[in-house]
């Protein structure tokens, strides 16, 4: 017995009133089971009200539901978690190490060319590209910001702050042991390109896995 | 079998029971899983819907089952396969759990003079 339109309704605003299920995905997944145990209890003869009842009850009611919710949440986070360390290790495998080696090259031919000041600069404000990044996805896909998506962006928008953080923290700590540190930090940097080089590179991969996983999508497919 | 009892046991296997029912089948969706585990349980072992989706959420995060979503009877059903990395683990979760049983049921089998 196939519940009608209505019927299948009604039972979505149970699961978005009662048990406040606000994630697409999940709610069309729990839809389909409490659709189906009430038509199964239907088919044993009882009335449609009656048996979503009892169906409510197997699924757990209120407090079952948001058990289901928050585990949820839990693993699309971890899942963009994983796939976000997958697009970073890929950096340093193959081929792509060939495009990592040569960014690397061409930044260790152009800092040392940089005077001390464009390259502490530089550094600065590449440890802001992964919030402009940020910037830029969130008016290029109004659309994600729903549902599931709301989890990737908040993913997005901790782990984009990492960069400045560590930026603020170096810069801090320096400050509290000179009162000179800028111009030390800036010597430092011209004086081994090598670090400055590493810096650079490291939060330019950090940026562009931003990228990548900008376009990952994490929702289901429909077949 | 006592119901509290099932379900803290059923809580360690569950993850090796799903993927040993999706080894035999192409795919599957969660109602399906909970009717398959009664069904070849005459009923003794019950898996509620609080303990399947966050088991199945959780092998999807770890990569070792895939989804798809089918439009049946008007609404949305997700279903649930194996991936080649999940067909793998299945087989090494389905060996361990099996050679931990055996141990268990030495064990129980113990008689007491020993």
Not at chain 1, 173 to 196: D, G, M, W
Request: aromatic residues 10%; charged residues 20%; proline residues 3%.
């Amino acid at each position: 017995m196939s519940l009608s339109n209505k019927q299948i309704t009604a039972l979505r605003h149970d699961l978005i009133g009662l048990a406040s299920i606000t994630y697409d995905d999940l709610l069309a997944e729990l839809v389909d089971h409490y659709a189906t145990l009430t038509e199964q209890k239907m088919a044993a003869g009882q009335s449609f009200d009656e048996a979503s009842k009892w169906a409510w009850f197997e699924l757990g009611g209120g407090i079952g539901l948001d058990h289901i919710q928050k585990d949820y949440e839990k693993s699309i986070v971890r899942q963009v978690r994983i796939q976000h360390r997958a697009i970073l290790k890929s950096y340093f495998r193959w081929p792509t190490i060939l495009s990592t080696t040569l960014l690397c090259l061409l930044l260790f031919i152009l800092v040392p060319l940089l005077p001390p000041n464009t390259v502490a600069t530089s550094i600065f404000y590449l440890a802001l590209s992964p919030l402009v990044l940020l910037v830029w996805g969130y008016f290029k896909s109004v659309d994600q910001r729903i549902s599931t998506g709301k989890l990737v962006w908040q993913y997005f928008q901790n782990q984009g702050m990492i960069p400045i953080n560590l930026l603020q923290i170096s810069l801090n700590l320096t400050n509290a042991f000179s009162e000179k540190s800028s111009h030390t930090i800036r010597n430092f940097l011209q004086t081994y390109p090598i670090v400055s080089v590493l810096i650079c590179l490291l939060t330019l991969l950090y940026s562009l896995s931003f990228v990548q996983l900008f376009y990952k999508k994490f929702y289901y497919k429909l077949a | 079998m006592n119901t509290s009892n099932n379900s803290s046991l059923l809580k360690g296997s569950l993850s090796v029971i799903i993927l040993r029912l999706l080894e035999d089948r192409d795919k599957m969706y969660g109602y399906e899983i909970t009717q398959k585990v009664k069904e070849l349980t005459a009923g003794e072992m019950t898996i509620t819907e609080g303990a399947l989706y966050p088991a199945l959420h959780k092998l999807e995060a770890e990569g070792l089952l895939t989804t798809e979503t089918q439009i049946v009877d008007g609404r949305a059903r997700k279903y649930y396969s194996l991936t080649k990395t999940g067909h793998t683990e299945a087989a090494g979760r389905i060996a361990d759990l099996t050679a931990f049983l055996e141990n268990l049921n030495l064990v129980l089998k113990l008689k007491p003079s020993l």
